[in-house]
């Protein structure tokens, strides 16, 4: 078998009783290169011998995928971001379909995939808008791309951001007090979380010496900033108040814009 600069021999003889076909597969073969190959048959009086025609064959390039960068994310709240990605090179491919994947363990697996609904034909950036996540959770996620005719994947390094709070209410202090016929209890909230409240509610449950429910009582305030602490009250909802001995306070809602 020879190319145009080399010679790489005769293949491994094989031996046939009766006439049929041959063959033997190569390796390490140099890429974009073309090769020339004869077959030859000699019988078992060396002057038996024959050949057939001189074929050639041409290896493919070698197959260079494509170059993807994985960005920062962007606009993170408690249930989601923007993914950013970038394809710096096609490589081989004529078209590229790209993808931000998701997990929450490093390294992955990752197991929520949003994909771009373009294709690439040059390189160029990308981004994702990402929803349905859990507050305060890490994320980590890479940037995907895909030649389309190959199949053969690229993927940039991995990166990760957290989830904020969002939307949280955080009971500080309460106390149960007595006056007269009244039973109410008191206390102080504070918005803990990263989103200003337009309206929160306290909830408490009055139970009798064996912890069965008396009565609830909803404590309401509007518009809680960040930070913002909030002195309540919630009343029993009878003046029978014999029986209360004790009670639950807790966050009943919250609502934000």
């Known amino acids: 078998m020879k190319t145009s600069a080399s010679d790489l021999g005769a293949t491994p003889s094989q031996t046939l009783t009766a006439p049929g076909a041959f063959s033997y597969g190569l390796t390490n073969l140099d890429p974009e290169t073309t090769y020339t ?3 030859w048959a000699e019988g078992d ?8 025609n001189s074929l050639s064959f041409k290896t493919l390039a070698l197959a260079v995928p494509a170059t993807v960068t994985t960005g920062d994310a962007t606009a993170i709240t408690s249930e989601g971001d923007m993914l950013h990605g970038a394809v710096q090179s096609m490589g081989m491919a004529s078209s590229l379909t790209v993808s931000i994947e998701v997990g929450t363990t490093s390294g992955g697996p990752y197991t929520i995939i949003y994909s771009v609904p373009v294709t690439f034909q040059s390189p160029g950036p990308f981004g994702v808008d990402v929803s349905g996540l859990s ?62 409240l337009t309206h929160a509610q306290i ?30 009250e919630a009343t029993y909802p009878s003046t029978d108040i014999s029986n209360v001995v004790s009670y639950e306070a807790y966050v009943a809602y919250v609502l934000w814009t």
């Open 37 to 39: 190959f004869t077959a």
């Open 45 to 52: 009086n060396a002057n038996l011998k024959g050949h057939g």
């Open 135 to 196: 507050p305060e959770t890490t994320y980590y996620y890479r940037a995907t791309a895909m030649d389309t005719s190959t199949l053969i994947e690229s993927y940039g390094e991995e990166e990760s951001f957290k989830t904020t709070k969002g939307a949280e209410l955080t009971i500080l202090s309460s106390q149960m007090v007595t006056e007269g016929s009244t039973v109410k209890v008191t206390g102080q909230a504070q918005n803990t979380g990263t989103l200003p």
């Open 203 to 232: 909830g408490v449950n009055f139970k009798d010496a064996l912890g069965a429910l008396l009565g609830s009582a909803i404590a309401d305030k509007d518009n809680l900033g960040l930070g913002e602490i909030w002195t309540w």
